[in-house]
Structures are given as structure tokens and as C-alpha cells.
């Protein structure tokens, strides 16, 4: 670990520049700038265990010849038994059937007695609404298609839908027509997926950032952990890309690399930090410059304290959620892909990244930051930030929890067992469906 800080002392500009540009990959890739991207190939549906049990959806399709996706058009407020609703789905019906991998139409005019559905006819019921005013018409693919095949049929059968919708609109005045189906309702999820992705990192990472300058006392110091959990999501979101074409994953792991990799990387780099300054000051004894020498010795002292402890911690992380890429569970392997991925990222950002940033910006941290100088500020800067006094609030904590460990125990584990208490009345579901 010495070495390896001593060497990205000397270097720290090419490690700097070789992580900027696998930030910027990384991203590219996972967000489909380049190639298909994650969000397109996420899942979303219950959780299951092959072999675990037989569901009736199941068993129903088993006894049923087999299908492949389908997708369907609802129709609202619509007279059903206009003549002209009539003739649109009618010709809809048979241009969707000519529609390359269609292998089936069903719609409630495919089995008419008269102008109109019959409610009598089971085959035409299930396709209509209680309440007589809507319909529905679903399109069934042929089985095993590729997921190109796939992707062609469903956009044919998609764009005569739509034509279908805004003709039974024109013909009935207040009629709304919907499309809908599993793959719509995925790629709906997978959406708000990437969307909340953006939404919870622009809240997150500020509000981060505030904290630190704080807990700092300046904006460079504090800039270096965010940058690297930027990184860090940036490279387990591409490793997730990866691991998403060996196994399925869910929707719910893109949660896992945002929380884990803020997380970690935060925390790693807020040690890093904090042990780099110390050193570097003991470094050089008293001086406002730190030569090359200076960096080298700090750094090397900071990676093999700091570093080791970073080190171990990741491993331990890695090892526990490695774990769940063994279970049965698509959902949970999938998780224990996502959090591998991000935990190994941000140990190699913790490592490579964080020290190549404090060794370029070493002599700006020698010295207060920039909150010192505000009078407003200086006192809760100097109260909380790194360079506090010998005596603190956390040095009298930990002196009074060593004199009385027991009663701190007691009292802990008491607190704890009233707060998850609730857990007692718990009722576990394993469906992701209403």
C-alpha cells in the first residue's frame, strides 16, 4: 500500500485523466449513448425461485400451447355498437394479422352474433368492460422470438394500434384509447427508473457536498469524496451493463450501486482525506509548501493506514454481498451483482482516484479552507471541521463511553429492540404485482 500511494504521488496526472475517461465511458454506456444501454435491458416483475412453487398463472400456462408477448389496445366511453367502431376494428383485425410473428387477434367483434358483442358469448366478454362502454383488444407474438423479432412486431403492432385509437377518437367523441402490455409497462418502469436515478442523485449529491464543506472547512477537500462516488456510480452502472448479459437483473439493483457507491465512496474518501492532511502536516513540520517528497511520504503514510482500512473494509462489503449471487432468486443475484460491481469500483476510486486528487491538490490542503474566513461560519468550522481541537465533543463522548461500556450497551440494545419492535407484526410478500 505505501508503494502503490508513492507511486500515484508521482503520477497522479495520468491516473487522473485514465479515470475521467472511464467516467465518461461508463456513463455513455449505461445510459445508451452508446449501444442499447442498462435501462434497456432491466427487468421488472415478482420475484421467483425456479422450482420453488406453482402458481396458477403458471399451471394455467403449462396446460396452454405456448405463446409469446402480447400487448393490447383498451378503448373507453365508446358506443359498441356503432356501425363505424365496427368497421375500424375490423379492418385493424386484419391488417394485425398480417403483421409478420402475429400469431393471434382477439378482439370482442371476432366473435359476433349480431352488430355488436354478444354478453352471452364468453369469448366476447372477457374483451369488454362490465360496463359495457370499452374494449379490448389484444395481440398475441408467435413464441420464441428473438428479441429483435421481438422488438420489429411489437412496433408494427404498436403504430396500427395508435392508428386504430385516433380513428375510434374521431368516430366517438369522448372515446379514449390506451396501448398497454408487459413490455410497455417494463420499459414505463425502466424509465422512471433512470429518471429517479437522476432525481435522487441531484438531490443527494449536493446535500452531500453541503455537509462536507462544512465537516471540511472547504470545498476542495470536501469535492474529493463526491467526485469520487460520481465515479464510482459511473463504473458500477457500466459493470451492471456487463453482468446484465449473463444474468437477469431487476429494475430495484440500479438502487443498489447509487446507495452503495454515495455510501462507500463518502465514506473512504472522508478518511482518505482526513489521514492526508494529518500526514501531510507531520510531513512537513510546520511549512506552507509540500515538496514532491512531502506528497510521496504523506500519501504513502495515508495508504497504508487509511488505505489498508479501506481496503479490508471493502473485501469484507464485497464478501457479504457475493454472497447473493448464489441464491436461486433472479432478484437477489441480481443484487449481489450490483453491489460486487460498485463495491469493487469504489475500491479501486478509493485507491487510485482519491489519492491522485489529494496528491494535485496537496498544498491547497495544507491550509484552512475557505469557510474559516467567514465570520458566520468560523466558529461551527472550527468546532466540527478537520482541523478541530485536541478536545471535542467526540473525544469526551468516547471517554465517557469507556468508563461506563456496560450501561452504553444496555441502553443501545434497548433503543434498538424498541425501534424494531414492529418488526414482530411483519407480513412478507415476495410479489412485485398488485
Not at 211 to 222: E, N, P, R, T
Request: overall charge negative; proline content about 5%.
Amino acid at each position: 500500500m505505501d508503494r502503490l500511494g508513492r507511486w500515484v504521488s508521482r503520477h497522479p496526472l495520468p491516473v487522473l485523466l485514465t479515470w475521467g475517461v472511464l467516467v465518461v465511458a461508463g456513463f455513455a454506456l449505461a445510459t445508451g449513448a452508446v449501444g442499447e444501454g442498462l435501462f434497456g435491458r432491466l427487468n421488472s416483475g415478482e420475484p421467483d425461485v425456479p422450482g420453488e412453487s406453482r402458481t396458477g398463472r403458471e399451471l394455467i400456462a403449462d396446460s396452454s400451447p405456448p405463446s409469446g408477448d402480447s400487448i393490447s389496445l383498451m378503448v373507453d366511453d365508446v358506443d359498441l355498437a356503432d356501425p363505424a367502431v365496427v368497421q375500424k376494428v375490423g379492418a385493424a383485425r386484419e391488417d394485425l394479422r398480417q403483421v409478420r410473428w402475429v400469431s393471434g387477434v382477439a378482439d370482442p367483434y371476432a366473435f359476433p352474433t349480431a352488430t355488436a358483442p354478444d354478453p352471452a358469448d364468453p369469448r366476447a366478454a372477457v374483451l369488454v368492460s362490465q360496463d359495457r362502454d370499452g374494449f379490448l383488444l389484444v395481440v398475441t407474438l408467435a413464441p420464441e422470438l428473438s428479441q429483435e423479432q421481438t422488438d420489429d412486431a411489437l412496433a408494427a403492432v404498436r403504430a396500427r394500434m395508435r392508428v386504430l385509437g385516433e380513428e375510434v377518437e374521431a368516430v366517438e367523441p369522448g372515446a379514449t384509447a390506451s396501448i398497454g402490455g408487459l413490455t410497455e409497462l417494463v420499459d414505463a418502469i425502466n424509465h422512471q427508473v433512470e429518471q429517479d436515478l437522476r432525481t435522487g442523485e441531484g438531490i443527494a449529491l449536493p446535500v452531500s457536498l453541503l455537509v462536507m464543506v462544512v465537516v471540511f472547512g472547504g470545498f476542495l477537500a470536501a469535492g474529493i469524496p463526491i467526485v469520487g462516488a460520481v465515479a464510482s456510480i459511473a463504473g458500477g452502472l457500466a459493470s451492471l451493463l456487463g453482468f446484465s448479459h449473463l444474468v437477469d437483473l431487476d429494475a430495484t439493483v440500479v438502487n443498489v450501486v447509487t446507495v452503495l457507491g454515495l455510501g462507500l465512496c463518502i465514506d473512504y474518501g472522508l478518511l482518505m482525506v482526513s489521514r492526508f492532511r494529518d500526514e501531510l502536516r507531520a510531513a512537513v513540520g510546520g511549512r506552507a509548501h509540500a515538496s514532491r517528497g512531502h506528497r510521496a511520504t504523506a500519501l504513502g503514510r495515508t495508504m497504508s493506514t487509511a488505505g489498508r482500512t479501506v481496503l479490508f473494509s471493502g473485501v469484507t462489503v464485497g464478501i457479504s454481498l457475493g454472497g447473493l449471487v448464489f441464491f436461486d432468486a433472479a432478484i437477489l443475484a441480481g443484487t449481489g451483482a450490483a453491489g460486487l460491481s460498485v463495491v469493487a469500483i469504489a475500491l479501486l476510486v478509493a485507491l487510485t482516484l482519491v489519492p491522485a486528487l489529494l496528491a494535485l491538490g496537496a498544498n491547497r490542503l495544507l491550509h484552512p479552507g475557505s469557510l474559516h474566513r467567514v465570520p458566520g461560519l468560523r466558529v461551527l468550522v472550527r468546532r466540527l471541521g478537520d482541523v478541530a481541537p485536541d478536545e471535542g465533543f467526540f473525544s469526551r463522548l468516547a471517554r465517557r463511553v469507556q468508563r461506563h461500556p456496560w450501561w452504553v450497551v444496555v441502553g443501545v440494545l434497548g433503543v434498538l429492540g424498541v425501534m424494531a419492535s414492529p418488526v414482530l407484526q411483519l407480513t412478507l410478500r415476495s410479489s412485485a404485482e398488485d
